[in-house]
T-cell receptor
Framework: GAVVSQHPSWVICKSGTSVKIECRSL??????MFWYRQFPKQSLMLMAT?????????EQGVEKDKFLINHASLTLSTLTVTSAHPEDSSFYIC???????????????FGSGTRLTVV | KNEVEQSPQNLTAQEGEFITINCSYS?????LHWLQQHPGGGIVSLFM???GKKKHGRLIATINIQEKHSSLHITASHPRDSAVYIC???????????FGTGTRLQVTL
């Protein structure tokens, strides 16, 4: 079935540094990628939607200069948290919709998530 | 009021019990999804429904479009079913999902 590989699964970084999170679709073409963050025991919060080759569409209240999203190819999307601060500590997860033989008919395939801790 | 409401918020069951989780929505939808989030955080898509009923193993999902209601059933529950179950909908032609608050299920021996 369709798989989205997300790396790293956890990362600890110093305040002020940048962290890049990658999501790769392994057997289908991810035409649309969604990036979410989730605080403990809360719902997923959509940060942005990106279509391959286009600029990402950010949700209200999400700083596009802080959370840089790149979707340069149909199999790779990245989220870079720039100048990270402790309040950026959260669980980040991607979800892809795609096409191709491997694309699930469920519609969405999620990565395994990245737990970011900024110290 | 949230556009997608789930009940119960928390559910504890003994192994072998039949479990039902409910989802009601107040908007027009093109599809409804049931997702499972494991304690480690990973999310698995269980079902996508636009009408009727789907079954996969011990899981059954139903939707009633007129009543704007869906149910997820788990037969012969097992401790490994312990997870958060999330109902989500596509509204109209939108590709992004609107999520319910989730139901935390704990199945004990």
């Amino acid at each position: 079935g369709a798989v989205v590989s997300q790396h790293p699964s956890w990362v600890i970084c110093k305040s002020g540094t940048s962290v890049k999170i990658e999501c790769r679709s392994l057997d289908f073409q991810a035409t649309t990628m969604f990036w979410y963050r989730q605080f403990p025991k809360q719902s997923l919060m959509l940060m942005a939607t990106s279509n391959e080759g286009s600029k990402a569409t950010y949700e209200q209240g999400v700083e596009k200069d802080k959370f840089l999203i790149n979707h340069a190819s149909l199999t790779l999307s990245t989220l870079t948290v720039t100048s990270a601060h402790p309040e950026d500590s959260s669980f980040y997860i991607c979800s892809a919709r795609g096409i191709g033989q491997g694309a699930k008919d469920y519609g969405y395939t999620f990565g395994s998530g990245t737990r970011l801790t900024v110290v | 009021k949230n556009e997608v409401e789930q009940s119960p918020q928390n559910l504890t069951a003994q192994e072998g019990e039949f479990i039902t989780i409910n989802c009601s929505y107040s908007v027009g939808i093109s599809a409804l999804h049931w997702l499972q989030q494991h304690p480690g955080g990973g999310i698995v898509s269980l079902f996508m429904l636009s009408s009727g009923k789907k079954k996969h193993g011990r899981l059954i999902a139903t939707i009633n479009i007129q009543e704007k209601h869906s149910s997820l059933h788990i037969t012969a529950s097992h401790p490994r079913d312990s997870a958060v179950y999330i109902c989500a909908v596509n509204t109209g032609t939108a590709s992004k999902l609107t999520f319910g608050t989730g139901t935390r299920l704990q199945v004990t021996l």
